[in-house]
């Protein structure tokens, strides 16, 4: 389904019905900056606001998921077609970028009661052995991974808002929306593999002392 699209015919269904975005906002339980994006086709309504909007419309869920193509689909298959759109971009990536930074600081904690004081932090293969080649105080260890974690969660949020991104996946969605969903989706592995180097970090700390 393409963004700018679907906008243009839920700005037309809105003033056949004889409403504000104001008011369609007030009946969806949403603002009306929400409605004003979905008509600019700048973002799609959450999957639990298509059924609402629609009856706000005297719509099917067929028409309003189609633009009122008449295609003959039913209901169920626009739902499908729409959730399996927006399912990568569903997931609350900036609750995973805080549960990779809490998990990093609850490892740290593990590592203070079961690791020595100094800890191998750096290893090399000799001999079919792996010996270590750098070792710190756990307790310095630690903060640096947390350090990591921390700075890696904030370099993930401001790209999640940043103006750059914003714009190009802007234009993503309009002129690519089958690609936009999964383009998101390689933006924000690539965010959470940066997140998760200090948590392996750790997890090589509890592994190899």
Same mark, same amino acid.
């Given at each position: 389904?393409?963004?700018?699209?679907?906008?243009?015919?839920?700005?037309?269904a809105r003033k056949a019905k004889g409403l504000t975005q104001s008011a369609l906002a007030e009946q969806l339980h949403v603002t009306?900056?929400?409605?004003?994006?979905? #008509?600019? +086709?700048?973002?799609? $309504?959450?999957?639990?606001?298509?059924? @609402?909007? &629609?009856?706000?419309?005297?719509?099917? =869920? !067929?028409?309003?998921?189609?633009?009122?193509?008449?295609?003959?689909?039913?209901?169920?298959?626009?739902?499908?077609?729409?959730?399996?759109?927006?399912?990568?971009?569903?997931?609350?990536?900036?609750?995973?970028?805080?549960?990779?930074?809490?998990?990093?600081?609850?490892?740290?904690?593990?590592?203070?009661?079961?690791?020595?004081?100094?800890?191998?932090?750096?290893?090399?293969? #000799?001999? +079919?052995?792996?010996? $270590?080649?750098?070792?710190?105080?756990? @307790?310095? &260890?630690?903060?640096?991974?947390?350090? =990591? !974690?921390?700075?890696?969660?904030?370099?993930?949020?401001?790209?999640?808002?940043?103006?750059?991104?914003?714009?190009?996946?802007?234009?993503?969605?309009?002129?690519?929306?089958?690609?936009?969903?999964?383009?998101?989706?390689?933006?924000?592995?690539?965010?959470?593999?940066?997140?998760?180097?200090?948590?392996?970090?750790?997890?090589?700390?509890?592994l190899f002392n």
């Open positions: 389904m393409d963004a700018k699209a679907f906008g243009t015919f839920l700005a037309e009306d900056k929400a409605v004003s994006r979905w #008509e600019r +086709g700048l973002g799609f $309504p959450d999957i639990n606001t298509l059924e @609402p909007l &629609a009856d706000a419309l005297g719509l099917t =869920l !067929s028409q309003l998921m189609h633009a009122d193509r008449g295609d003959g689909q039913s209901a169920e298959q626009s739902l499908e077609d729409f959730f399996s759109l927006l399912a990568p971009s569903r997931i609350q990536w900036m609750s995973v970028f805080d549960a990779i930074f809490w998990l990093t600081v609850g490892l740290a904690i593990w590592i203070q009661f079961t690791c020595p004081w100094m800890v191998a932090v750096q290893w090399h293969p #000799e001999s +079919g052995i792996i010996t $270590p080649t750098l070792t710190m105080p756990k @307790p310095v &260890a630690c903060l640096i991974c947390i350090g =990591l !974690s921390a700075f890696g969660t904030l370099i993930c949020k401001s790209a999640e808002h940043g103006f750059f991104r914003h714009s190009f996946f802007v234009w993503e969605k309009a002129f690519h929306p089958r690609l936009f969903p999964w383009l998101e989706l390689a933006f924000h592995l690539i965010y959470t593999w940066l997140s998760l180097v200090p948590l392996f970090g750790e997890s090589m700390i509890l």
